[in-house]
């Protein structure tokens, strides 16, 4: 038996589209591009160890997560690889951050005073990347006052500068803000006049959106942090393309079918009630899954190929469609329903999700919960 038949609600992740989607980054920014992956917040809700042991034989370069607990997610699945702590680092981490060889992301000089302490009484040398903020305004050496900071770390014994980055904001809308970060980055850089050998801004907005635009700058960016188009999204404005392809799909199952009268109200607060008589689907899915609480009366489910409404709340549990049509005439118990993904010959992708939801791809992907079971196809390798 299919061991799927047995959940009412999971997630399935294709490593083929993984792995296309990985070859046509690859193709977009050339050979020579070095690719950090974000595998933050459970791989954007895929699984951690799994996709971290796909991109390994994918062929990425450095790993890039949030928090120190994922980094030593991903040293458990494979020892040696560069793994970036693309948030700042808590005093109480910087031990165990140092004796795994994971590179902290330094934003004060007091962080990188922390690290040298800390390295020095290992033993060691701990390569470091310095985070310049030129307008995201949250983590990072502000521009401005970049230059003398990133100097003293370079003269640190005990601490390597291996890397420079900064952060778009509205990449996906404001190509030319993006480039005047662009221009103050190569400022910081060229004033710092140390040398520092991997420099870096694109996440996947950045690589769709600006990466071209800023080639006039040369080899200054040598890194590119793509997470949601490796996942095969394009973020929610930017032209499609038709190359990537999504690798999560959101799946469950009708648990019953039932005929109500006209009159009769659905869900909690009573918020649908039935203008005629109709037949309904019982999902088996719910918000303590991860289907928001938000796509009450507003989102649609794939069933047989097809859209299906959903009518009134969502509950923790189970959300309610609207199967009345004549060809769910026979729909039973089991039947697989598409929350988000391809059934037939319709796809509900996690940007049109997130739109009815009020929100973005990266919140709908990682809001699915761990009472979801992840089930993998294709081959990892
Ligand atoms: C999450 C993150 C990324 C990846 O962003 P996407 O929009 O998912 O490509 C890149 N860089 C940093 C610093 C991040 O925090």
Redesign the pocket.
């Known amino acids: 038996m299919n061991p799927t038949e047995l959940y009412r609600t999971w997630v399935e992740v294709s490593f083929d589209a993984l792995r296309n989607n990985l070859a046509w980054i690859r193709h977009r920014v050339g050979p020579r591009v070095k690719i950090l992956a ?1 595998v ?1 917040a459970d791989a ?1 809700g895929h699984g951690l160890p799994q996709i971290a042991g796909a991109l390994m034989h994918g062929g990425v370069d450095i790993f ?1 997560v ?1 928090t120190l607990n994922e980094a030593l997610g991903v040293r458990a699945v494979g020892a040696g690889w560069p793994i970036l702590l ?1 948030g700042s680092s808590l005093p109480a981490e910087v031990e165990t951050a140092v004796r795994h060889n994971v590179m902290p992301t330094i934003s004060s000089l007091d962080e990188a005073r922390r690290f040298q302490r800390e390295a020095a009484r290992q033993q060691k040398t701990l390569a470091v990347h310095v985070k310049v903020d030129t307008g995201m305004g949250r983590l990072g050496f502000w521009h401005e006052e970049a230059v003398k900071p990133i100097q003293r770390i370079a003269a640190l014994p005990n601490l390597r500068l291996q890397g420079i ?1 900064t ?1 778009f904001p509205s990449a996906e809308d404001d190509a030319a803000f993006s480039l005047e970060q662009v221009e103050k980055f190569h400022a910081v850089v060229r004033g710092a006049g140390v040398r520092i050998p991997l420099r870096h801004a694109d ?3 950045g ?1 769709l959106n600006v990466h071209a635009g800023s080639r006039r700058l040369g080899s200054l960016f040598n890194v590119v ?6 996942y095969g999204i394009v ?1 929610p404005g930017l032209p499609p393309v038709p190359q990537l392809q999504p690798t999560l799909s959101f799946k469950s199952r009708v648990i019953l079918v039932k005929r109500i009268a006209a009159g009769r109200s659905v869900s909690y607060g009573r918020t649908f009630v039935a203008q005629q008589p109709m037949r309904v689907a019982i999902i088996g899915a719910g918000y303590g899954d991860g289907y928001s609480r938000d796509l009450s009366n507003r989102g649609e489910v794939l069933i047989r190929g097809h859209r299906c409404p959903v009518l009134g709340r969502v509950t923790m549990d189970q959300t309610i469609a609207d199967v009345s049509d004549a060809r769910f005439r026979d729909l039973a118990p089991g039947e697989e329903v598409a929350l988000v993904g391809r059934q037939g010959r319709d796809c509900i992708t996690a940007v049109e999700l997130a739109a009815w939801a009020g929100t973005i791809p ?1 919140e709908a992907m990682t809001s699915i919960t761990k009472r979801v079971p992840r089930v993998y196809t294709g081959a990892a390798t």
């Open positions: 974000v933050k954007y890039g949030a693309l980055y952060h996440n996947s907005a690589v942090r793509p997470g949601l188009m490796m973020p990266w």
